[in-house]
């Protein structure tokens, strides 16, 4: 092995910057991609890292990737994330989900993702039965509060969760908007 | 067996070596080659100048700040509705009405928005106009000396947001107010009265054209909604002016939920050559309100405010055919005409997509009457009566939108963090650039005008987080440079940039360079308290005020020394700086000032007052660094007991005690 890396050395030497060129650049190397990379393990986790640490939202996490809305959601916000469980993607027919992640279905995937999503934080207290949404997508969903018990569009909330830039309410039902035609 | 493995291994370990190692040893990687081209397109060399000054709203510090493009770099902040201990504004007592209100002196304010002056639409490099977002009011900037000349109070505003937005040959200055309420005999009300008792309130401020003055010309009284921005009509919509509204809901809590309940809001669309008819047939009223109005003075070096009684008004609930509302998904925030005056482009920030209206689609259904209701009192226009087409999918959050001289927009996505240029007529999306992070408004030179010089599209970014060298838990915010002149948007340029800038213009330098002030001439001063001469300078007591006339001039203070002033005195030094050189200020700093240092220009008069609160000998020196004898340019003043007999004297160069030989 030894022999090897002398050749290596031989060949770094033949030209001299190449050396210089790596160790500059391995000192201060800023991280590359959008919001979602900053480095910051101090903060309160934002509605994305709440998805990403949660094992039963693997499908909704996936879907957001090949939405391409992972840098999106980690944006100062605020929002209101109604985060349907793998089991809530499960129900949907056989196929879905792969098919809804393809590239070429993508403005299809994004509208479903976009009518989980209220900008705004709305938080438990602030339910009212009845009350109406207006979500991303432009399309409205109606929620429901019955003795403490919440569901959206029908959809049981499981639990939820606060974040530095929203709040995640988890649903067993994933949302589907209406079909406009 | 093993030892085939490991002999694979290492001679693909050194083909990859020597692959590695090549690709080090070429002139230029392809990556580096881009980076390298954005870095010289942003490059300004010695001896060039920038092709634009790019004017920059400060947001919460108050100011203004001069930047150029492309080099991004910082020339010069203009204070504006807050103090700057740098040059004494808002400290010196010239500038101290400068910031007076019907509240009293407010030292500080939140400016958001810039408005370059126009003439036919198209930049003319007279004048920056600026709006207070806190205590209503808009300020105007002389781009000949880069000097607030004039803040204007608004009364019946809650909050002047959507400002200062221009008309065409900048005969007016909107003032919307970003609050409605209760205004007139009937203000002590209940907040939960938001729907009976809360109106929003719209100025038109005339500009005069020759020196500019502002004058509120009159005031629309419109229902209790929130103004977002505005911008006029231009070329065939000249005498229109489209404004964004939120919180139609009437919600007076927790707007964060309750404003957003409807799918829609408005763009309010004012006919105002219609509401200048009313004025002429005398339909306006006149109604009393108090507000400051203060002007600076060139020649004196001096502001002055008066306080105004009285404002016209109009009502468009009963003065028919001023305003129309026009549905706008989904609390829109920017509301931009096009620069052939026909596209009214509404971003609805909540949204995720761009309706695009057309100014004659409004003028048919105006005619039409093709209206979906009324929204307290005021006419509904059908949103589809009125809409040219939306921006399908465009990205999430659209804020703002500007355009280039070909037919494309560039509009600002908040949340999905990005710039998406589409163009006009076609609605469709061209091209798309990542912004590092979170951009609020963008900015095209020439952008809001009839003649976008194009070029180039600067991001205001909120977020920087992983962009800059962290500085605690507050970072910078930035701006970011594209090249737009070709097909697609190009990062050039990343810069960081002072207070919040919530939007800025860029004007080219050709227009505003040749008329720079480069000194105020002596024999124009005709401040009171001047002296014109080192002759002229000198200490004169009225009652307990100590008025010292002083002159700076490299390297001394006239006079230099001061003895006679007792305690219980006011000391004003009026300090007039003698040279008439280009660059050349003085300072004045006095120890224990309670107020600030002021910065003198050449040619100018400035006044510090200084109440001393203790006997004994005071330093007194110049703070700009104004020559290679500037540590000498100093002095003492000496404070004696009330009541004590020390005669009031002053001077520069005497030497008193020559047995010691002090000074010898």
Known sequence: MKKYILILAVFAFACGQQTATTETASVAEAPAGGQSNVKDDDSQQDVVKIAVSSPDHTTLVAALKAAEYVDALSNAGPFTVFAPTNAAFDKLPAGTVETLTKPANKEQLRTILEYHVYVGVLTENMIRDGMTLNQVSLDNVTLSKKDGKITINGANVLGSARGSNGIVYIIDTVLLPPDKK | MKTKIIYRTLTALVVLATVVVWQGCKPKAPASISMGDAASKAYVPPGKYDEFYNVVSGGFNGQMSIYGLPSGRLFRIIPVFSQFPESGWGYSEETIPMLNTSHGFVPWDDLHHIALSTTKGEHDGRWAFGNANNTPRVARVDMKTFKTVEILELPNSGGNHSSPFITENTEYVVAGTRFSVPVGDKTDVPISSFKENFKGYISF???????????????????????????????????????????????????????????????????????????????????????????????????????????????????????????????????????????????????????????????????????????????????????????????????????????????????????????????????????????????????????????????????????????????????????IS???????????????????????????????????????????????????????????????????????????????????????????????????????????????????????????????????????????????????????????????????????????????????
């Open chain 2, 205 to 483: 401020i005339s500009v005069d054209p020759a020196d500019g003055k502002m004058k509120i010309a009159f005031q629309l009284k419109t229902p209790g909604v929130s103004f977002d921005l505005a911008r006029a009509g231009k070329g065939k919509s000249h005498g229109w002016f489209f404004f964004s509204t939120y919180n139609t809901e009437q919600a007076y809590t927790l707007l964060e939920v309750n404003a957003s309940q409807k799918d829609k809001d408005f763009i309010m669309a004012v006919n105002w050559k219609k509401a200048e008819e009313y004025i002429r047939a005398g339909k306006g009223q006149i109604t009393k309100a108090k507000y400051a109005h203060n002007v600076w003075d060139e020649h004196t070096h001096t502001g002055v405010s008066n306080i105004m009684n009285e404002v016209l008004q109009l009502d468009p609930a009963e003065l028919k055919d001023i305003i129309y509302f026009i549905p706008c998904p989904k609390s829109p925030h920017g509301c931009d005409t096009d620069p052939t005056g026909e596209y009214i482009v509404g971003s609805g920030k909540l949204a995720a997509l761009i309706p695009v209206f057309s100014f004659t689609k409004i003028q048919q259904a105006i005619a039409n009457k093709d209206f979906e209701g009324e929204f307290a009192g005021i006419p509904v226009i059908k949103y589809e009566a009125a809409l040219h087409g939306e921006v399908k999918k465009p990205g999430l959050g659209p804020l703002h939108t500007e355009f280039d001289a070909n037919g494309n927009a560039y509009t600002s996505f908040f949340v999905s963090s990005e710039i998406v240029k589409w163009n006009v007529q076609s609605l469709e999306v061209l091209d798309r650039v990542p912004t590092y992070y979170s951009i609020g408004h963008l900015s095209v030179p020439g952008g809001p005008t009839t003649k976008p010089y194009g070029k180039y599209v600067v991001a205001y970014n909120k977020i920087t987080k992983d962009r800059y060298l962290p500085t605690g838990p507050e970072l910078t915010q930035s701006a970011q440079l594209y090249d």
């Open chain 2, 486 to 664: 070709g097909d697609k948007m190009k990062l050039i340029l990343d810069f960081p940039t002072t207070g919040e800038p919530h939007y800025a213009e860029s004007i080219p330098a050709e227009l505003v360079m040749p008329n720079s002030t480069k000194i105020y001439k002596l024999e124009e001063n005709k401040h009171p308290y001047a002296a014109l001469g080192e002759g002229q300078a000198r200490v004169e007591r009225k009652g307990n005020q100590v008025h010292v006339y002083m002159t700076a001039i490299r390297s001394h203070l006239t006079p230099d020394n001061i003895e006679g002033v007792k305690l219980g005195d006011e000391v004003y030094f009026h300090v007039t700086n003698l040279e008439q050189d280009w660059d050349v200020p003085h300072g004045f700093a006095v120890k224990g000032a309670n107020n600030a240092e002021i910065l003198v220009m050449p040619g100018e008069t400035t006044t510090l007052k200084w109440k001393p609160l203790s006997i004994g000998v005071f330093p007194f020196y110049c703070t700009d660094f104004c020559s290679a004898l500037h540590q000498e340019m100093q002095g003492y003043i000496r404070v004696s007991p009330a009541g004590s007999n020390v005669p009031l004297k002053f001077s520069t160069g005497k030497i008193e005690d020559q047995a010691s030989g002090a000074g010898l």
